[in-house]
């Protein structure tokens, strides 16, 4: 893809859940700096009218709520048409994990992580495809893991929820490639986010300086909106060089 390739973000209208920390966040801070308008969706409030403040609200559209509620998603997509007239893209990131064995988590943990991780990018995708088809096409990126392409030791239910969103992606791709609407799947290895902080993992430890930043999976992403339409990346795995596979 030469530079000439490259779509111009300026002005299209992204939604993205989980906005209010890592990934989400510094991919909202990315796409407005593309000239893009953001539609973003997250827990707390506070932090949403933070990073309104810092984009300039001109850009940004906020609801605060739990991506796990499928009215939550209707609302954010429906906020986003009210403001701008259309939604383009849709980047479902939000999600939550603990390192933990088959027994360690509690039923209530399993249920909260399955209900933001799978539904929640279900959800999400439900409340942007009726736009997109009114529209003639856009972009649903999910943001899964390396977890959900091989699994791993002590993180069995995560990687689950993980496994789902890429068997979702790919059966989405195939309802809907013909309509115009690509489905992009981005899966990360370990970024130095607040992901797990307190469940597996500490503020401080020395190997999140190794791996990669929410930075990095926000480049990733913004670089998958501007392919050519004529292109697709179905499935995108991304590790730092300094992780082993």
């Known amino acids: 893809m030469t530079a000439s390739e490259q779509r111009d973000l300026t002005d299209t209208v992204v939604a993205v859940t989980g906005a209010t920390a890592g ?3 510094a991919t909202a801070r990315l796409l407005v700096a593309h000239g893009a308008r953001v539609a973003l969706l997250g827990r707390r ?6 990073l309104t403040a810092e984009i ?4 940004v559209v906020t609801v605060a709520g739990d991506v796990a509620d499928p009215e939550v998603n209707r609302g954010l997509v429906a906020a986003a048409v009210e ?3 259309r939604l383009d893209s849709m980047v479902a990131n939000a999600g939550i994990g603990s390192y933990g064995g088959i027994l360690d988590m509690t039923d209530d943990e399993i249920v909260t992580m399955s209900g933001t991780n799978f539904l929640g990018t279900v959800w999400s995708v439900r409340a ?4 997109m088809r009114e529209a003639g096409g856009g972009d649903l990126v999910i943001i899964s893991s390396v977890a959900g392409l091989r699994g791993g030791a002590i993180e069995a239910v995560y990687a689950a ?3 789902a969103q890429v068997g979702l992606a790919g059966s989405v791709d195939r309802e809907l490639r013909a309509e115009g609407i690509r489905v992009s799947t981005l899966c990360p290895a370990a970024v130095s986010t607040e992901f797990a902080i307190g469940s597996g993992r500490n503020e401080g430890d020395a190997w999140l300086e190794d791996v990669l930043t929410a930075e990095d999976v926000a480049a990733a992403v913004v670089a998958t909106l501007q392919q050519p339409r004529r292109w697709r990346t179905q499935l995108w795995a991304l590790r730092s060089m300094a992780e082993e596979s």
């Open 23 to 25: 990934i989400g966040r």
């Open 45 to 50: 409030a506070e932090r949403l009218a933070e």
């Open 161 to 163: 929820t993980k496994f």
């Open 56 to 59: 300039g609200d001109e850009h």
């Open 83 to 85: 403001r701008w007239g």
């Open 128 to 131: 942007a495809v009726p736009v």
